[in-house]
C-alpha cells in the first residue's frame, strides 16, 4: 500500500533540498540579519565594539576615506558616524559584479550610560578610525580605606 509512497517521498525531498541549496547559492545562505542588533551583509564600514574598565572603543574598518570628510558626533549616549566614500571608476567599463561599497553611510552605535561625552579621541590610522570614548570618574571603582 505504501511501497509507491515511499519512492515519491524520495524524489519529493531530493527535490525540495536541491531548491534550498540553489536558493542559497543565488542570495548566500544567511542574506537576513541573525539578531535583533545584528546588521545585514554588506554593511558599510564594518565595525568593532569594544570595552575595558576606562574606555569604549569603536573601530570602523574604511580604507580610502578622507577623515576630515566625516562627521563625528554624541548625542544622548549615541555615537554617530556619516560620511561618503566615492569610488572612481571609468564610465565606459559594464561591471559583471562590484563589491566595493560606494556612497553615503551612517553608523550609529550606543554607548553605555557611563561613557563621556567630553572626553572623546577620534584617530585615523591605516584605513581603521579609533575612536575612544572615556568613562565618567565617577563610574569607576574606587578604593576605600579603612581607618
Known amino acids: 500500500m505504501f511501497g509507491s509512497l515511499s519512492n515519491y517521498e524520495g524524489d519529493l525531498f531530493d527535490g525540495f533540498r536541491r531548491l534550498q541549496q540553489e536558493v542559497d547559492e543565488l542570495f548566500g545562505s544567511r542574506t537576513w540579519p541573525s539578531g535583533i542588533r545584528a546588521v545585514a551583509r554588506g554593511t558599510y564600514p564594518p565595525i568593532n565594539v569594544g570595552e575595558t574598565s576606562d574606555a569604549v572603543n569603536v573601530y570602523l574598518f574604511a580604507a580610502g576615506l578622507d577623515p576630515k570628510t566625516l562627521d ?6 549615541l555615537l554617530t558616524i556619516a560620511g561618503e566614500r566615492k569610488v572612481d571608476t571609468p564610465e ?20 553605555p550610560d557611563d561613557t563621556d561625552p567630553e572626553r572623546v579621541d577620534a584617530r585615523y590610522l591605516d584605513g581603521v578610525l579609533r575612536i575612544s570614548v572615556q568613562r565618567r570618574e565617577a563610574s569607576k571603582p574606587r578604593r576605600i580605606q579603612v581607618k
Open 92 to 111: 565606459n567599463i559594464n561591471d559583471y559584479r562590484r563589491e566595493r561599497f560606494s556612497g553615503p553611510f551612517r553608523r550609529v552605535i550606543s554607548l
Open 72 to 77: 563625528i558626533s554624541i548625542q544622548q549616549n
